[in-house]
């Protein structure tokens, strides 16, 4: 079960609860989905399939095709779920810098929706997407859940408004719920267009064509890259924790600082591994306007409180999803030498 632990797995089998997905045709919420499943889980999800694809999803599976801005879609989505795992938005920077307000209308509106549905069902907790994004102007390294600075984009201000959200609901009508802010996640099923550490497919897709990469600045920027599976774990893990508030937010992440030069060099052992030559050099250009130099998550409090483990690095992270990434850019390796 990748980096689900044992123990973890063990009680869910015991004893299956109902789970209410939403963004579940995407490539996080996809993720859950098929875990749940393959652990005999009662699963429901619900996805506009905006930027989510049908193909993401085990065939068969009865997805809900609502969009969270509708409040009778989240009601139909949550009802009788024990737990909802909030995976619906618009993901995207650039995107909300273009359309502050479809940003606000889908990541906030949206999720208070979600939170209004599962206070109606009586659901057990709420986990949902936070992001790192929220740290904004922090600057702290490595990042700590209690220090935020000011947002950077819209994007940034509307998860951080689902935070503030979060904590209103808890406080005032006892709905317990749980903020994983993600770092730089990668896995298959990441679309390379897609919001999620882009910069995995899209470097694996330009080396198989034997072209150079693009590396903003001089590639000693650092992010903290987490494998899927790592972030399936600590849903399951939130979800069932016992918190010791009524609303708690979690840095979710490896806990270690990646250069881009790094990063790119495990991409090209891997490759070579699977016999795929890379040789040209990476292009360096101007470092890109508004990005973050360093991002590295503390992750202790989510390890003290939730007994998350990121058993999942990144090498072999890169290594499970290679196969994955290298058919979506027509390269089969199976046929290979």
Partial sequence: MGAIGLELEATLRAAPKRWAVTGAAGFIGSTLVRALLRLDQHVVGVDDLSTGHLRNLPEGFPLIEGDIRDPAACAT???GADFVLHHAALGSVPWSMQDPLRTHAVNVTGFLNV???AREADCARVVYAASSASYGTCGTVPAVEDRLGDPLSP????????????GAFAEGYGLS??????FNVFGARQDPEGPYAAVIPRWIATLLEGAPVVINGDGETTRDFCHVDNVVAANLLAALA??????RVYNIACGEEISLNRLLREIRAVLAERGVETPAAPHYGPFREGDVRRSCADIGRAVAELGYRPEMGLRDGLARAMDWYCAEAGVDLTRRS
Wanted: proline content about 7%; charged content about 10%.
């Fill in 115 to 117: 939170l209004m549905a």
């Fill in 77 to 79: 989505a949550v009802a």
């Fill in 155 to 166: 994007y940034a201000a509307s998860k951080t408004a689902n935070e503030a959200y979060a």
């Fill in 177 to 182: 719920a749980v903020g994983l802010r993600y």
């Fill in 242 to 247: 016992t918190l010791p508030a009524p609303h």
